[in-house]
């Protein structure tokens, strides 16, 4: 089964017609807002794992593009000003997309969600929430906007309670995936407002693996260390493809219903930066050359490790790194979500898993802000991934990353 959760956070310490612009009427429908809206996604998604494998370069990597997006978008939304101006230029918005075709996509893809989530092929839970202080004055028409979205808490005569209140909802939709997702630290007196996004897919394979087939063999981490690990084999017809602008031979194993599928990527085992070369490798466009190439089924013999991976990532630096810092700067801007002054992020963390074993798949994350010879023979049709690769769970329909990381070392 695969599993995945994911949810993402932002804290904030203190904090009609005419919402966004001056006249918010005058800004005319764009069809395409909801394509451009994916694309720009994708940009800012290579570039997160890009600036993650920088920060996290020796151990497994696992997080939520599509969660630490949604959580930021909800800050684009709240904010204006500079704080607006950063946060279009990291979150790789384009020019062509305002904040009223912006949200119209939004919450276009958000009814879309709820309604294709009926299908009995996979699930996938995405929601986002504004938690704010119950006395913070939340303009009227950015709540006409994202009523849905926002909660009225007491944080300041009882903190505890609020994050509890917040952890709860975090695990409900992460179906107890992502627990305490806010550390004991993260709410105080103080705090006025926490933007949050939880996510959980699960799917189950196209083509499982049989449970009589895993067995135990060794995957290399480095050319000095070797352990082992449950390997799951099977022989079926796959999508699978030598890249070399990317550096990788790339096998593609659909989820049933073939909405979503999980992509590897394992570099030549004789390169010893290879999952860093392609990380760096990944742009949209090569992506986007892969997940569109039907020419590459064949009978491929598979053999991928059996794992579970939880990690929590300190995402401040990181969004820092990539031009978001005025997210936590004293004179950031969110005046699109209140005239108050004084509100700003303390701090952002994200927290995910994800559970891979031979029926499928099940994910969840959570973001918060506040010399061995290779073991794998020359026939191509064989796809062997016994040391470290890139993994992407990658939703057809909306050109979308759900999840990805790096699988390096068991033991971590």
């Not at 993402?8 to 394509?35: G, H, I, M």
């Not at 599509?66 to 978008?73: K, Q, R």
């Not at 103080?190 to 049989?210: C, I, M, Q, T």
């Not at 191509?380 to 690769?389: C, D, E, L, T, V």
Request: charged share 25%; aromatic share 12%.
């Amino acid at each position: 089964m695969w599993k995945l959760a994911v949810v993402s956070c932002l804290f904030l310490a203190t904090v009609n017609s005419q919402c966004f612009y001056k006249d918010d009427s005058s800004k005319k429908l764009n069809p395409e807002a909801r394509t451009t809206l994916y694309r720009g996604q994708l940009e800012f998604t290579l570039n997160l794992f890009n600036s993650i494998n920088e920060a996290v370069s020796d151990d497994n990597i696992f997080f939520s593009p599509f969660s630490v997006y949604h959580a930021l978008l909800l800050a684009y939304f709240a904010s204006g000003e500079q704080t607006e101006r950063a946060l279009k230029e990291s979150l790789k918005i384009s020019d062509k997309l305002d904040k009223i075709n912006l949200m119209t996509a939004y919450k276009v893809d958000k009814r879309s969600r709820l309604f294709n989530n009926n299908s009995d092929s996979y699930e996938f839970n995405n929601a986002n929430k504004i938690f704010v202080e119950q006395t913070l004055a939340v303009r009227q028409c950015f709540f006409d906007l994202m009523g849905e979205e926002i909660d009225k808490l007491n944080f300041r005569e009882n903190p505890k309670g609020s994050r509890q209140m917040i952890n709860d909802w975090v695990a409900r939709l992460t179906k107890n995936n992502i627990k305490d997702l806010l550390p004991h630290d993260a709410i105080s007196h103080v705090s006025k407002v926490v933007l949050a996004n939880a996510a959980y897919f699960k799917g189950v394979w196209a083509s499982k693996f049989p449970v009589e087939r895993t067995k135990k063999q060794v995957f290399f981490v480095s050319e000095t260390r070797q352990t082992l690990v449950p390997f799951m084999r099977q022989k079926g017809t796959f999508h699978y493809m030598v890249n070399d602008d990317i550096g990788a031979q790339i096998l593609q194993l659909p989820y049933k219903g073939h909405d979503v599928s999980m992509y590897i990527l394992l570099p030549p085992y004789s390169m010893k930066e290879g999952v860093d070369s392609i990380i760096a490798k990944l742009t949209p466009e090569r992506l986007a050359a892969v997940v569109e190439d039907d020419d590459m089924s064949r009978e491929v013999l598979v053999e991928i490790p059996k794992f579970t991976v939880e990690k929590s990532l300190p995402l401040k630096p990181i969004l820092e790194a990539m031009g978001v810092g005025d997210l936590f700067e004293a004179t950031s801007n969110f005046s699109t979500l209140t005239q108050d002054p004084g509100v700003i992020f303390d701090d952002a963390v994200h927290k995910a898993k994800i559970q891979i074993d031979e029926e499928g798949t099940v994910a969840a994350a959570a973001t918060a802000a506040f010399g061995f010879r290779s073991s794998r023979p020359a026939d191509p049709s064989i796809f062997i991934a016994n040391f470290p690769f890139v993994y992407i769970v990658y939703e057809h329909p909306t050109n979308s990353v759900l999840f990805m990381g790096v699988y390096r070392d068991p033991k971590k």
